[in-house]
Structure formats: C-alpha cells, structure tokens
C-alpha cells in the first residue's frame, strides 16, 4: 500500500513537474532560434537541431526605427505601475482590513461583513463591465493613456484583494494582543505599528504577492485605457504578433515577463514558511 | 486613594453583562472575583483596565475619575486566560516592552526586569521565542511583564484555567508567594476565577458575581461559610452545594421520606419549607442510613464522585477513596446534620452551621 502510494505520488510530481516545466524549456529554446528553424521543421536541441542565434533577444532591446521592438519601457512602465499600485493598495487595505476586522460599522442596515462583500465585490464583476465607466472618467480626470491613470484603475482593482486577504487574517490576531499593547501603553497608533503588524508580515507578504501577480498579469486595462504614450508589457508583447509572427522574439519576450513573477514566488515562499503566529494564537 | 466603582452598569446588548456593579478596592490588598464562565468577570476587569467603558457609573482611582483615563495612560497591568504575549519578540523584549514604552532609562529597565524573571522562575530563559515555550511558560512571561511594570492595578483573568492540572496547582502555590513577596504595598491586585478552592487559597477578598451582578461581597472564610444565598452557595463550592426541598417541623428536618433529627443551629428555626443546602463532602457511605440510587459514578483523583437520586431530588455525594460502583445500584448513605445549611424559600440564608444568617450580612 505504502509503496503503491509513494509509486503514484511521485509518479505525479514528475508528471506535473514535466507539464509544468516542458513550455518554458520550449519557449527557451524557441528564443534561440531562427526563421529558418522555426518554419521549416520540428527542431528541439540547440546546436544539434539548430544552430541558436541571439536575434529573438536582441530584437527585443533594439529600438524600431532599427527594426527592433524595444520591450525595455514597456518593462519598466509594467514594474512601475505594478509596484507602485500595489504597495498603495497594501496600505490602504492593510488599514481597512485592521478597521474592519476590529471595530464594529453601522451605517443604515450596513455591516463590518456588508463592507468586505463590497470590496470583494469589485472582484466578482467582469472587468468588462467596469472597462466603459473607466474609461470616461480617466478621459474627464485627463488621465488616459498615462502611468498615473493606469496607477489609479490598479489601485481599484488590487484593493480588494489586499482587503480580503486582510480582514481574513487579522481575523485569526487575537483581539487580546490589541489589548494587552493598549494597556502595556501604546495608544491605538501604536498598538498597530508596534505590535499588530510585526505579527501580520506573512498576511501582508501574501497579500502583496497577489497584488504584484494580479497587477503583472493584467492585460485587459492595460489594453484598453493606453494608446501610444504608454505601454504596458503584457499589451506589448501580444502586440509582437502581427502578420508574420516572430516566434523567437515572442518566446523571448514572454520568458522576461515571467522572470519577476517567479522570482517573487521563489522569495515569497521562503518567508511564508518561517512566520507563524502559533506564540499569540495558542 | 482607592479605586472605587459606583454602580457599573454594562450591557452591549439584550442582556447585562454588568449591572450595577459596586466595589472599594484598597491597596496592598488581594481581590478575588468568583462567578461562572460568562458572568461578568472578564467584563469587570475589562472595565477596570479602560477597554470597555460603562454605559452607566463611575470609577475612580487615586481620587481622579478614571473613565476619562484612556487605557494606555491607566498604569494597570492584566494577564488574560489565553496566553497573550507579543509573538514576534523573545522573552526579555517581551518584558521590557511596557518598559520602554513608558522610557524608563536602560538601567531600571534592566533591574526590573531581571527582577521579575526571577521572580517567576524564569532566568535563562531570555532570548527564546515565545513559541518554543510550554503553555504554563508563556504565562509566566505574561505575568513578568504584568509585574515588570510595578503598576498599580495587576489584573489576573483567570490566569490558571488553560493550563493542565498538574501545573495549575504548582503555578498556584507559586502566585501566592510571588503574591505575598513580589508585589508593593502600592498595588491592588485584582485576580478572577471560577475555581472556588482557588479563591480560598488564596484567602483573599471576594466578590461573588454572577450575571453580572454582585451577590455577596466578604473574606473568602465568611462566603465559604455562611453563602447569603443558593447561587452563592453553588458557585462558591465544587462540586456545587446540593439542594434538597424540605421542610422543618417541631422534631424533624424533613426532605424526600427522609426524617432527621434537628440539629441545634437550626434550633431557633420557624417551622415551614425549606431549601437544605449540604456539602458533597459531608455526605458519607453509611450502612444503617438512607437509601438513594446511583446515576453515575466518577472517580477524580483519589475521591469518587457520586450523583444519587431519590425521588425529585438529586445530590451529589464526594467519598474520599476510590471505589467501584454500578449505575443504578443503591447505596446508604448518612448526612452530617450538623453541616446543614437552610435556605428561605426565596433562597436566602436562613441559617448556617458556622452562625450567619442573612441578616447579618
């Protein structure tokens, strides 16, 4: 029984690991290839299948009126506007996360849970729907096709997330460790600077790197509210698809805008396992 | 100079959970606040510590009204039942938190707080996680730092009820030292619990509190003695005092086609109904006695707990050994008249073995 199951488990590790892994190892080698091997037959190792050139990368830091794509501000306009977005969204939620997770609102027939479900909520409807309103007012605000206007639609799309993942996790602090900060003298301020979120780096590591995920991935806005001033990689990359496609440069490109995401998850993954709250919780 | 409540009255909701509570604490004296689980104690020492302010009523404390003191400029300290300390610093930091939080110069930090870690036991212990301790650790760092502080006010919320048996009792024989040795004359220590042999142990002044009012105030000898009333009696004894509906006349107690032989405390008693209140451990096996029948039998520790049943009433019997029984068999069992208490049929103390009645309370 105990060997059939470690059998099948790593059995499906390596199955998974192989579905996983096996694009990325194509796209590699994809990036390193030329017209002529990518068009005329099925090629899969470099040097023996084909002989790998740079062009895919170079294309992509070349600027066009040298025939090249130039994704470099593109990248850094993604970076920004993810960043700084998600580092807004984290503070403010990570502040109405702490509110309503230990004050009591009312307002009509509205409670601490009716005010989460509306963050929640600004989840839950299609972006589509939010894609016409969005782009009225960054147009009457003077903000469309601009880094601040993209900053400012993240920001209502990242909040919620923050909020959520907060609420849930302040949920779980003890409400004693509030307290015993106020009576061991810190006022609410300090309270929650001092001793609150020391204790919540794991929630806010979280909520953080599902802002960072959300705001990086996002194509749609990005889409949408940009023309020509501003680009964001996702658009810019999609873009690189036009009537011919460049496989190599496309491979390329796609392997760059991965790189930070997996990154994150690598430093992110270090940390979740080290924090606990098992000292306060018990 | 003392701390004084008047007439505290709480209710967040449809119930009290105090109400028109008083009370004159002194310093350099031991308070202890009795009652169930969800009478109100939390509540009280909540209120006192400026965490939740009464919807009616005033406390004071050195002359100064107190409600308007928020709570992080009160001076008190509380250790609450769950063990509460700040996860992401080690045992001294934890410590020297309200220390510093007050600037205390490095020096006095430093003094104090070797002072308190000895006093619970704890040196050595300074530069481990508060995670890599055991539960009775964890709250004696909570319990350092309550005394670190040398606040006026320590307030203990039940401390001893999430620790397993064993080290409740060594952590309080240890809290009636440290009591009698670690704490100045300046400070009112406010301790809750709902173990009755806890609040005699440590033999201080208690308040019985139950739904959130106050039924007896008084040395723990005189509510262990003379309860002023049926809920007094059950909270303040374990098991609870045992009940029996009766009534007196010229030559007999009588409950349940039981007569017995009157006993001269009760003397000078009208004759008329009665609640007879009786300990579990005056109750003894008795072959030549009354007749009631087992509905269960547990055995804690060395005693044997037996709940007996005759007609509409149910007792509960404390024997000092262990012995093996069946449900549903019966056993004889005696009453120390001697012991009995009698209750009005409002519930009140009417009379009791150690000569207090309702009166005189």
């Known amino acids: 029984m105990s060997k059939l199951y470690t059998f099948l488990k790593y059995f499906f ?130 903000l469309l096709d601009s880094l601040l206007g993209l900053v400012v639609v993240y920001i209502v799309l990242l909040m919620p997330i923050a909020v959520w993942i907060m609420v849930d996790f302040f949920n779980r602090v003890p409400k004693e460790l509030d307290e015993t900060a106020l009576i061991d003298g810190c006022n609410p301020y300090q309270a929650f600077y001092k001793v609150v979120l020391p204790n919540s780096i794991p929630g806010l590591i979280v909520a953080g790197m599902f802002c960072i995920i959300f705001g990086w991935i996002d194509f749609f806005f990005a889409f949408i509210l940009t023309f020509t001033e501003v680009q964001l990689l996702p658009v810019k990359v999609v873009a690189l698809n036009s009537s011919i496609t460049p496989w190599w440069s496309l491979s390329a490109s796609a392997l760059v805008s991965v790189a930070p995401l997996i990154i994150v998850a690598f430093i992110v993954e270090r940390y979740l396992s080290k924090g606990n709250l098992s000292g306060a919780l018990k | 100079m003392n701390l004084i409540g008047e007439k505290i009255s709480y209710k967040p909701d449809e119930q009290f959970h105090l109400n028109d509570v008083s009370f004159n604490f002194k310093k350099g004296n031991l308070y202890t606040i009795l009652g169930r689980t969800l009478s109100g104690k939390t509540t009280l020492l909540k209120t006192i510590a400026g965490l939740l302010n009464p919807d009616q009523g005033s406390i004071s404390f050195e002359e100064k009204d107190f409600i308007k003191i928020p709570v992080w400029e009160r001076n008190v300290a509380m250790v609450y039942q769950q063990f509460i300390n700040y996860p992401h610093l080690n045992v001294y930091e934890n410590i020297t938190f309200p ?77 009636k030292r440290i009591f009698s040795e670690g704490l100045s004359q300046d400070t009112i220590l406010i301790y809750s619990t709902t173990d009755p042999q806890e609040v005699m142990e440590l033999n201080g002044e208690v308040i019985v509190l139950d739904e959130g009012k106050v039924l007896q105030k008084g040395p723990a000898k005189e509510i262990f003695e003379n309860p002023s009333n049926l809920k007094v009696a059950e909270i303040s004894n374990d098991p609870p005092m045992n009940v029996l509906k009766g009534s007196k006349n010229l030559k007999n107690l009588n409950f349940e086609n039981i007569s017995l032989e009157i006993p001269n405390h009760f003397k000078n008693l009208e004759d008329k109904d009665y609640n007879f209140g009786i300990r579990a451990s005056e109750i003894k096996l008795d072959e030549n006695g009354e007749e009631f029948e087992i509905e269960l039998a547990e055995i804690s520790g060395s005693e044997t707990l037996l709940h007996l049943k005759r007609g509409n009433s149910k007792i509960i019997a404390l024997i000092e050994e262990v012995m093996n029984f069946k449900i549903h068999e019966k056993v004889k069992i005696n009453f120390n008249a001697n012991k009995f208490y009698a209750f009005g049929e409002d519930e009140k103390l009417v009379s009791s073995p150690y000569g207090g009645t309702n009166g005189k309370n």
């Open chain 2, 99 to 175: 220390l510093e939080q007050r600037k205390l110069s490095p020096e006095q930090i430093k003094k104090d707080v070797d002072e308190a870690l000895k006093t619970v036991g704890l040196v050595g212990f300074e530069n481990r996680k508060i995670q890599e301790l055991s539960g009775g650790q964890q709250q004696r760092v909570a319990l350092a730092r309550s005394l670190a502080k040398k606040a006026k006010i320590l307030l203990l919320d039940e401390p001893l009820v999430n620790l397993d048996y064993k080290l409740r009792e060594q952590l309080r024989e240890e809290f």
């Open chain 1, 13 to 142: 590790i390596t199955f998974w690991t192989v579905f996983v892994v096996a694009p990325f190892l194509w796209a590699v080698s994809t990036s390193f290839k030329d017209f002529q091997s990518v068009n005329s037959k099925v090629t899969y190792i470099p040097w023996l299948d084909f002989e790998p050139t740079l062009e895919g990368w170079r294309v992509l830091i070349k600027s066009p009126a040298k025939g090249g794509v130039d994704i470099v501000e593109p990248y850094f306009n993604s970076i920004f506007v993810t960043c700084t977005a998600s580092l807004i969204s984290i503070v403010l939620g990570t502040l109405a996360a702490y509110a309503l997770s230990r004050f009591t609102f009312k307002a009509g027939f509205v409670r601490n849970n009716d005010i989460t479900f509306f963050f929640i909520s600004q989840r839950i409807m299609p972006p589509i729907v939010l894609s016409i309103p969005f782009f009225i007012f960054l147009s009457t605000i003077g």
